[in-house]
């Protein structure tokens, strides 16, 4: 049954205002119970931003345009070009955020000429080969069920985009006391750069510390999760059979669908303390 709702003049979807922030004002039309109501409120923000090395063009992503600074130093890090701040003389955010510059102590940085387009958000890219050999993370790191599901719950209230417009990821770094640090991004691949370049900032160590993401966990989270040394990660949705099958070899636990206290482990659960197989 087809049912017409008059909504007057032509729709003006035009933007009113972005606030730089993450998230724009727009014009709507809500639509219930076959009657249509003209709204303003606010979506996420997604902007095409390209990182340089030393002067030379490097990536173009599709991103959210806030914390371009952490998100191209912990780009920088995860792909394994930079293994600290000390190997970062300059950063540069240009003021129409579509670009970041940063410089490093070493003038003979030469880009990769071959980028591996992800299955991430937006169409993601690495440099990192996951066919090369890594060993497996050595950890005594633990959690119980009842942790892992309170920093679940922890990280979705402390999503303060998502909780204003929804359609934004976000990720976590935490430990047994709760969660350390926290940032979003429309990709969840861009969430765990920005999450290593925030911890590069504040001298915060990723190693043996638990990572928790709201996006699936694919092959290229689980590489990030190896580069960040974080023995557990974890989502709300589904891991692939790629990264299922990385985390193996690389001793690395996954929990996904953690959602209500509702869990699945996919990988080495002998992390999760309390389990009854």
């Known amino acids: 049954m087809k049912t017409e709702v008059d909504v007057g003049e032509t729709p003006q979807m035009d933007v009113i205002s972005s606030n730089g922030h993450g998230v724009r004002n727009v014009q709507y039309f809500n639509i219930a119970f076959g009657s249509a109501t003209q709204k303003t409120g606010e979506i996420v923000d997604e902007s095409l931003v390209c990182i340089s090395v030393n002067g030379r063009e490097l990536a173009t992503f599709m991103c959210s345009p806030t914390d371009l ?16 701040m000390e190997d970062v003389r300059s950063v540069h955010v240009s003021e129409n955020d579509t670009c970041v510059d940063v410089w490093l102590r070493d003038p003979s940085f030469d880009p990769p000429n071959r980028g591996i387009v992800t299955a991430g958000c937006g169409g993601g890219i690495t440099f990192d080969d996951l066919s090369e050999q890594h060993p497996p993370l050595i950890s005594k790191i633990e959690a119980t069920p009842d942790l892992l599901a309170d920093l679940m719950v922890q990280m979705h209230l402390g999503a303060e985009l998502y909780q204003r417009a ?43 510390h638990i990572l928790l993401s709201s996006g699936r966990i694919s092959s290229e989270m689980i590489n990030k999760a190896r580069r960040l040394q974080t023995p557990i990660i974890c989502s709300r949705t589904s891991p692939t059979g790629l990264s299922v099958a990385l985390a193996e070899t690389w001793n690395i636990t996954i929990v ?10 996919y990988s080495h659960p002998e992390r999760i303390r309390g389990l009854k197989v």
């Open 256 to 265: 996904a669908y953690l959602r209500q206290r509702k869990m699945r482990i």
């Open 166 to 208: 929804r359609g934004i990821h976000t990720a976590a770094l935490a430990n047994d006391d709760g969660i350390l640090i926290q940032v979003e991004d429309v990709g969840r691949h861009n969430c765990l750069d920005k999450l290593a370049g925030l911890a590069l900032l504040e001298g915060i160590s990723t190693k043996d």
């Open 69 to 84: 600074k952490i998100m191209a130093l912990g780009f920088l890090y995860n792909e394994k070009f930079i293994e600290g």
